[in-house]
């Protein structure tokens, strides 16, 4: 069964670094998002992602952060200068068009140090 | 904005025991999914119900939501202890055409051997 593939399942960072998040959503999906989890805490919306641009960002989503989708399969999450409070699990997840189920990734945990 | 609450905030049982998870939220809602979360995973969906819909099964699964109430309820019968894991109850908001989910705080579930 196809799936959301995230690489890689775990990043440790200094503070003030870049770094790139990258996720192949399932091929023939049309929508793409990232959310992330801090540590006991509830999954957060971050991003939507349709036709090369983005349809939705959260508050979270500030400056620092940038998706893009280089290929025709990856689809990646960019923070540009990691804090502290950047530490948390990142899903990605796509759906496809006109159906309402999300299928995530595993995640990449990232370490901000 | 809409928000999930998981109620419990943790549940332990015994195996072969059922258990229900309740969630409550606050908007109207398109439709409404439960996912589950192994310790440090990712998502896995188990099941959606749409606002049109009362009840729903899945194997051991059954779903009721009364969007009068706005609230839903995930019971897993018979228990056995893989099904330990967090459970997530999340509502969809359209925005621009998009589909995003926000989550609850989850039902953290243990099952005793």
């Known amino acids: 069964e196809p799936e959301v593939t995230q690489t890689p399942s775990h990043q440790v960072t200094q503070m003030g670094q870049e770094v790139i998040l990258r996720c192949v959503p399932i091929?023939?999906?049309?929508?793409f998002y990232w959310y992330r989890q801090i540590l006991g805490q509830k999954v957060e919306f971050l991003v939507s992602f349709y036709n090369n641009e983005i349809s939705e960002k959260s508050e979270i989503f500030d400056d620092q952060f940038s998706v893009e989708r280089p290929d025709g399969s990856n689809f990646t999450l960019k923070i540009r200068s990691t804090k502290l409070e950047d530490s948390a699990m990142y899903f990605c997840?796509?759906?496809?068009?006109?159906?309402?189920?999300?299928?995530f990734g595993p995640g990449t945990r990232l370490t901000v140090l | 904005s809409q928000q999930g609450e998981e109620d419990p905030q943790a549940l332990s049982i015994q195996e072969g025991e059922n258990a229900t998870m309740n969630c409550s939220y606050k908007?109207?809602?398109?439709?409404l999914q439960w996912y589950r979360q192994n310790s440090g995973r990712g998502l896995v969906h188990l099941i959606l119900i749409r606002s049109n819909e009362r009840e729903k099964h899945s194997g051991r699964l059954r779903v009721t939501l009364d969007t009068s109430k706005k609230s839903s309820s995930l019971l897993i019968t018979a228990s056995r202890a893989a099904d330990t894991a967090s459970y997530f109850c999340?509502?969809?908001?359209?925005?621009?055409?998009?589909?995003?989910?926000?989550f609850g705080q989850g039902t953290r579930l243990t099952i005793n051997p």
């Open positions: 997840a796509s759906i496809y068009y006109g159906t309402d189920t999300q299928y």
């Open positions: 908007t109207s809602i398109n439709n």
């Open positions: 091929s023939n999906h049309l929508y």
């Open positions: 999340a509502t969809d908001e359209f925005i621009q055409g998009a589909q995003k989910l926000v």
